[in-house]
T-cell receptor, first 108, second 114 residues
Framework: SQQGEEDPQALSIQEGENATMNCSYK?????LQWYRQNSGRGLVHLIL?????REKHSGRLRVTLDTSKKSSSLLITASRAADTASYFC????????FGEGTQLTVNP | DAGITQSPRHKVTETGTPVTLRCHQT?????MYWYRQDPGHGLRLIHY???????DKGEVSDGYSVSRSKTEDFLLTLESATSSQTSVYFC?????????????FGQGTRLTVV
């Protein structure tokens, strides 16, 4: 399975701090996607990084991809309470499977 | 927001009864997915479809069947509901063409089997 696995399982930080979460996967990929889920809601797409890219930015989000280590990281800078959510990565665009996610809590 | 609607949004049903959940899209996307999510866990793929009448199993397909007779509708049926199928069910759609690979999710259906 190409399913990505996120870590840590949970992360608690203060507003203004940066949050970093990681995704590891097992087989070669074409692209990797990050999604956010607010409590009780459907997932929302955040950013996609292709296998030939090493870094990508979108607003306060920075995603890196290391295909040699089969891993990706999502950095949220200057976090806000509204960033409190679960974050998931997806590596198989056909089956679109997810790991258990990282639960981020940003304390005011 | 992408045009994706799940119905019903909430349902309580009795053990042993069949239940059908509907996912309707207005985006003409090729791919549609059904997931279940249990408290404190991620989404687990039940079934997905890559076109009309084209479906495949996901990670947790036992006890579930699907049908896609039209591009816009993807139905999930619990053939004989059990308490272990109490969960929140999410539908997702994706174009998965060269330009658009992101998936859009519905608001979820909370199913309780008593």
């Amino acid at each position: 399975s190409q399913q990505g696995e996120e870590d840590p399982q949970a992360l608690s930080i203060q507003e203004g701090e940066n949050a970093t979460m990681n995704c590891s996967y097992k087989t070669s990929i074409n692209n990797l996607q990050w999604y956010r889920q607010n409590s009780g809601r459907g997932l929302v797409h955040l950013i996609l990084i292709r296998s030939n890219e090493r870094e990508k930015h979108s607003g306060r989000l920075r995603v890196t991809l290391d295909t040699s280590k089969k891993s990706s990281s999502l950095l949220i800078t200057a976090s806000r309470a509204a960033d409190t959510a679960s974050y998931f990565c997806a590596t198989d665009p056909t089956r679109l499977t997810f790991g258990e996610g990282t639960q981020l809590t940003v304390n005011p | 927001d992408a045009g994706i609607t799940q119905s019903p949004r909430h349902k309580v049903t009795e053990t042993g009864t069949p239940v059908t959940l509907r996912c309707h899209q207005t985006e003409n996307h090729r791919y549609m997915y059904w997931y279940r999510q249990d408290p404190g866990h991620g989404l687990r793929l039940i079934h997905y479809s890559y076109g009309v009448k084209d479906t495949d199993k996901g990670e947790v397909s036992d006890g579930y069947s699907v049908s896609r007779s039209k591009t816009e509708d993807f139905l999930l049926t619990l053939e004989s509901a059990t308490s272990s199928q109490t969960s929140v069910y999410f539908c997702a759609i994706s174009a998965r063409d060269s330009l658009n690979t992101e998936a859009f999710f519905g608001q979820g259906t909370r199913l309780t089997v008593v």
